[in-house]
T-cell receptor, first 114, second 115 residues
Framework: AAGVIQSPRHLIKEKRETATLKCYPI?????VYWYQQGPGQDPQFLIS???????DKGSIPDRFSAQQFSDYHSELNMSSLELGDSALYFC?????????????FGPGTRLTVL | GENVEQHPSTLSVQEGDSAVIKCTYS??????FPWYKQELGKRPQLIID?????GEKKDQRIAVTLNKTAKHFSLHITETQPEDSAVYFC??????????????FGRGTQLTVWP
């Protein structure tokens, strides 16, 4: 079965640079969630989209923005990168907007900011 | 928002023993409780979930119990094996109004199963 795809899997950037993370949800899933997971921490919700519209916003810095496109893939754009942005970034997708629907996680993008 | 607390933070057991991880939540409206297993550097994977209309759910060696009155739910792993070693997260979604489906995770439990 098709799973959530994320690219790139690893990314190394310098401080103050920009990064773009991509997420391709499971076919027919209409909802995408982004989570950030620091070393030894639990995943923290950043932002979500349903049917190409932002549906919820969590602890996402103003330096970050995201969108969902007509083919339902999503991109997380990160600017003015800081050392503290180094983390695993997971995208998850689900069918429908209810929190009772299972969220399937992608393999993650490991971002390292030097 | 939802507040999910998880205990213990680390748990070491001998192969074949049982392991129990407990979580409490604050939002009495929460009605779905997933458990995720995460191996180092990999994605969280759903291993079992429970909805508020049942008190217990089992899947082979894994079971989850839910006490809505006390607002806590627990993961039980029986006959543990070394491959069960991982970090386990409990979670609860916030599903009210415009806040659709975001998951609040517990802090995680590092389970180590010694052969």
């Amino acid at each position: 079965a098709a799973g959530v795809i994320q690219s790139p899997r690893h990314l190394i950037k310098e401080k103050r640079e920009t990064a773009t993370l991509k997420c391709y949800p499971i076919p027919r899933h209409d909802t995408v969630y982004w989570y950030q997971q620091g070393p030894g921490q639990d995943p923290q919700f950043l932002i979500s989209f349903y049917e190409k519209m932002q549906s919820d916003k969590g602890s996402i810095p103003d330096r970050f923005s995201a969108q969902q496109f007509s083919d339902y893939h999503s991109e997380l754009n990160m600017s003015s990168l800081e050392l503290g942005d180094s983390a695993l970034y997971f995208c998850a997708s689900s069918y429908g907007t209810s929190g009772r629907n299972e969220q399937f996680f992608g393999p993650g993008t490991r971002l390292t900011v030097l | 928002g939802e507040n999910v607390e998880q205990h213990p933070s680390t748990l070491s057991v001998q192969e074949g023993d049982s392991a129990v991880i407990k979580c409490t939540y604050s939002d009495s409206a929460s009605n779905y409780f997933p458990w995720y297993k995460q191996e180092l550097g990999k994605r969280p994977q759903l291993i079992i979930d429970i909805r508020s209309n049942v008190g217990e759910k089992k899947d082979q060696r894994i079971a989850v119990t839910l006490n809505k009155t006390a607002k806590h739910f627990s993961l039980h792993i029986t006959e543990t094996q070394p491959e069960d070693s991982a970090v386990y997260f409990c979670a609860a979604p916030l599903d009210r109004g415009s806040t659709l489906g975001r998951l609040y995770f517990g802090r995680g439990t590092q389970l180590t199963v010694w052969p």
